[in-house]
Nanobody
Framework: QVQLVESGGGLVQAGGSLRLSCAAS????????MTWYRQAPGKERELVAS???????NYRGSVEGRFTISRDNAKNTVYLQMNSLKPEDTAVYYC?????????WGQGTQVTVSS
């Protein structure tokens, strides 16, 4: 059974940094695209950043230049380095991956940015 386990969330002041990690376990296949989504209270889930197995990246406009997505294929792990955090970045952050043509979600990790 494939599992995505996230870590690294927490409470930080505006302007601070956090690094999220998401490790895929229970598979010998490397995930194709790995993606971070987030969902703030009362809002729809939105894509934050994605990275292909080859390292191509994509960001939503509001985080470009502040967030960096990366991955370690040997560890089946994706990271999200978040700098210059803003209160509007407050949300539950979810990892999403497609492994052997099946989609999986992590349990989510809370990121709270205080002003």
């Amino acid at each position: 059974q494939v599992q995505l386990v996230e870590s690294g969330g927490g409470l930080v002041q505006a302007g601070g940094s956090l690094r999220l990690s998401c490790a895929a376990s229970g598979t010998n296949f490397s995930p194709n695209v790995m993606t971070w989504y987030r969902q703030a209270p009362g809002k729809e889930r939105e894509l934050v950043a994605s990275i292909s197995e080859g390292g191509s990246t994509n960001y939503r406009g509001s985080v470009e230049g502040r967030f960096t997505i990366s991955r370690d294929n040997a560890k089946n792990t994706v990271y999200l380095q978040m700098n210059s955090l803003k209160p509007e970045d407050t949300a539950v952050y979810y990892c999403y991956a497609v492994v052997a043509y099946r989609a999986y979600w992590g349990q989510g990790t809370q990121v709270t940015v205080s002003s």
